[in-house]
Structure formats: C-alpha cells, structure tokens
C-alpha cells in the first residue's frame, strides 16, 4: 500500500523556516520518502507503514518545537493485498 501525506505546519512565519517546520521536514525526509515542497504545504509519499510512522513522528516533534495547528490529509494512493507494509487493522480483513 503507497499513502501520500499533505501537510502544513502553524503558526506561519514569512520571514523564517520556524522550528516546527524544520521539524516535520525532517521527521518526512529521514523516513525515505518522496518529498515535494509547495507554495502551502509540503507532500510526502511512500510505503504505508513509512508514512505512517512519519506522520506519528511529524505530529509529535512539531508541536514538541512549537506548533499550535497541523493540518494534514492523508491519501491512499494504491493497494496491493500481497503488500506486507499494510499496517494491521488498514484495508480488507
């Protein structure tokens, strides 16, 4: 199974990269997956249980460096039944 992850970080800082930022850049980017940065939020893709753990790592270290608000959206992008990444209790039983 690949998820895809969007995500934005709170409260917006136009003059700096806030820590909470930097944060969950990094929390996605040590994770292995595909990063694109846009204009109002950053995307990450990969296997499930990588996005998955990210997104667990992502929440905790943000608001831990200052975050008051994390928006995100998570999209299952295929699934393969054969995959052994798919997290227990996520997709057909």
Do not use: Y
Request: charged residues 25%; negative net charge; hydrophobic residues 40%.
């Amino acid at each position: 199974m690949r998820l895809k992850v969007e995500f934005t970080t709170e409260p917006f800082e136009l003059d700096t990269f806030p820590d909470h930022a930097v944060a969950a850049r990094q929390a996605v980017d040590e994770a292995g997956l595909t990063v694109a940065v846009g204009p109002f939020g950053t995307e990450a893709e990969g296997l499930g249980e990588q996005v998955l753990a990210a997104v667990t790592r992502l929440l905790r270290e943000s608001l831990a460096a200052g975050a008051t608000q994390i928006s995100l959206q998570v999209t299952l992008l295929d699934q393969d039944k054969t995959d052994d990444n798919t997290p227990e209790g996520v997709g057909n039983p």
